[in-house]
């Protein structure tokens, strides 16, 4: 028995390799299929089944590739209906992989077709389960993406059951191998942990106390944010079918000129640059959008870059690829190449770049002490309500840009969020739409709170709405 985890960080995301006698599936894997591919042939492996656990809405499943690639059959659970060619598996129904075998229990409630996979040893004895965004570790999958008649507290209502009566009765010693991490959007408050046991998860999950049904539906529904808006584009690409990843790549990898890209300006075309925001500030070309490969890249695009607009990348040298593949996992199919050379190329072709002014949350301090300053925190409610600068503005980044007319576009702004990631991204959105005195502040609020800037907790009355924002 061979099993391993495959954790992408920029998603969140836990795909799975399982192997028995030179025969192996992969569950819910990422877009690009090499990872698999490369795995199976470095141990002389053969992919026979690609599981899916549901309709994925926080990414483009690589299903579909995988399959196309290797000959192995796509298997959903009960339910599932896309439009490709799958097999739905029944309830209980088995499969064989060497000396072990894979079997299915539709557990309902996240989505209808929600399915965990049961890995059985050599002896049918219960090794592991792979739960998919049925049960996190410290938390269950929110009960909100299911689209049609069904309401969150219908669905808490199903997954009440399929937790008592198909995964709570399995042995304490089973692994639980979970979809997704601390990070993810997909539930309310996920551990750090990326595996634990049904045992531990009786003690520690929240929704597996001994608790009744009604109070489960509070609970589980309680405090829940709104799905980020691109949640229900991905969970339909997923049900529709997607371009192959090659197709994607060969049209990314297209080669622009700084004379192309500047004909595309206007016409609708997202400039979208993946530098890290040190390197974004120097100068970037004007109307483009920094969202930095060191973070979650992909997550941020989807929430902030409208997804069916076509799309052009500037990136670090030799990252074109890279920005491309991290897109295609999340959606993005119409990019329509880089700029070769990127900003430096652009700047000797003669057209002028633009800058972002960033200080030291010192700097920061010195300008607070001056006098009256328009601060502008871009985090989300529960990092503002967990402690702010006092008198601060407050946008929170997802919906930064359809708010912007709440801010002056003749005020300085002094922009900061967490960590320094977000806060560039916020000032790109802002110099876009024509704000032009835009300050960004290194480390954001980790740096601030270690100054005598002064830090006030709880979330402000006047924006009590924040709670409504989504969670990112």
């Not at 990898?253 to 390197?279: F, Y």
Request: hydrophobic fraction near 35%; charge should be negative; include cysteine.
């Amino acid at each position: 028995m061979y099993i391993e985890q495959l954790y992408t960080n920029c998603l969140a995301e836990a795909a799975y390799y399982i192997e028995s006698e030179g025969l192996a599936a992969v569950i819910d894997p990422i877009r690009e299929p090499e990872p698999y591919l490369q795995l199976a042939a470095s141990r002389g492996a053969k992919i026979l089944y690609v599981f899916e656990t549901h309709f994925h809405a926080d990414f483009v499943s690589g299903h579909i590739d995988l399959a196309a690639q290797t000959g192995a059959k796509i298997i959903y659970g009960p339910g599932a209906k896309p439009a490709y060619p799958v097999y739905n598996a029944q309830d209980g129904e088995e499969f064989p992989l060497g000396k072990l075998s894979i079997k299915t229990l539709h557990t309902p409630g996240h989505t209808l077709e929600s399915t965990c996979w049961l890995l059985l040893d050599e002896n049918k004895k219960e090794h592991a389960l792979f739960t998919g965004d049925t049960l996190f570790i410290g938390d269950v999958g929110r009960p909100d993406l299911a689209s049609g008649n069904m309401s969150s507290e219908d669905l808490a209502s199903i997954l009440y059951d399929s937790l008592r009566t198909k995964v709570m009765t399995l042995p304490d010693e089973v692994l639980v191998y979970p979809g997704h991490g601390a990070g993810s959007s997909c539930g309310k408050n996920l551990g750090p942990e990326k595996y634990s046991t049904l045992g531990q998860q009786k003690q520690n999950n929240y929704a597996l106390r001994d608790i009744s049904k009604a109070q489960f539906i509070l609970e589980v529904t309680d405090g829940m944010q709104p799905p980020p808006a691109y949640f229900f584009k991905d969970a339909s690409i997923n049900i529709k079918g997607y371009p192959s990843i090659e197709s994607v790549r060969h049209l990314a990898g297209t080669k622009l000129s700084a004379e192309e890209v500047r004909h595309h300006l206007g016409a609708g075309i997202t400039v979208l640059d993946s530098r890290i925001p040190d390197q974004f500030e120097k100068g970037f070309i004007p109307g483009s959008v920094n969202i930095g490969l060191n973070g979650q890249f992909a997550i941020w695009a989807a929430s902030l870059i409208d997804m069916d607009a076509p799309l052009i990348l500037i990136t670090e040298p030799g990252k074109e690829s890279e920005s491309a593949d991290r897109l295609a996992r999340v959606g993005f199919h119409h990019i329509l190449g880089y700029l070769e050379g990127g900003p430096e190329a652009w700047a000797k072709a003669g057209y002028s770049l633009e800058t972002i002014t960033s200080i030291s949350p010192e700097t920061l301090f010195e300008k607070y002490q001056e006098g009256h300053i328009h601060i502008l925190d871009v985090r989300k409610a529960p990092e503002v309500e967990a402690g702010h600068i006092r008198n601060a503005q407050f946008q929170t980044l997802d919906t930064l840009e359809n708010n912007l007319h709440k801010l002056h576009p003749d005020h300085t702004y002094f922009i900061h969020c967490q960590g320094g990631y977000r806060s560039m991204m916020a000032a790109s959105l802002m110099r876009k739409h024509g704000f032009r005195n835009l300050i960004n502040i290194y480390q954001g609020f980790g740096g601030i709170s270690k100054t005598a800037i002064p830090i006030v907790t709880g979330l402000p009355p006047q924006h009590a709405e924040m709670k409504a924002g989504v969670v990112l």
